[in-house]
């Protein structure tokens, strides 16, 4: 079975950095290109970043450019979100996720 299993959620005060990871078993991770999405409360899913398979590319939503940094270690089966200068609208589920399969969220609350 595919497991995505995001981790590294938490409550941090505004201003503050967390980073998550995501860590991939079932299938070949190296093959796909790795996403995070988010869900705010009340609100739909939106997209955060992307990055390519080899790591070399990425992309990010308007709303986390120049604060947030996808990164993946395909030794380690493992994707990553640095997340600084947080704000309280970042507080959302953030789910790891490819074409073909989504994992389990992790809470991120940014709150003072």
């Known amino acids: 079975d595919v497991q995505l299993q995001a981790s590294g959620g938490g409550l941090v005060q505004p201003g503050g950095s967390l980073r998550l990871s995501c860590t991939a078993s079932?299938?070949?991770?190296?093959?796909?290109?790795m996403s995070w999405v988010r869900q705010a409360p009340g609100k739909d899913f939106e997209w955060v970043s992307s990055?390519?398979?080899?790591?070399?590319?990425?992309s990010y939503a308007d709303s986390v450019k120049g604060r947030f940094t996808i990164s993946r270690d395909n030794a380690k089966n493992t994707l990553y979100l640095q997340m600084n200068s947080l704000k309280p609208e970042d507080t959302a589920v953030y789910y790891c996720?490819?074409?073909?399969?989504w994992g389990q969220g992790t809470q991120v609350t940014v709150s003072s």
């Open positions: 079932g299938l070949h991770f190296n093959a796909y290109v």
């Open positions: 996720a490819t074409v073909d399969f």
């Open positions: 990055i390519s398979r080899d790591g070399d590319g990425a």
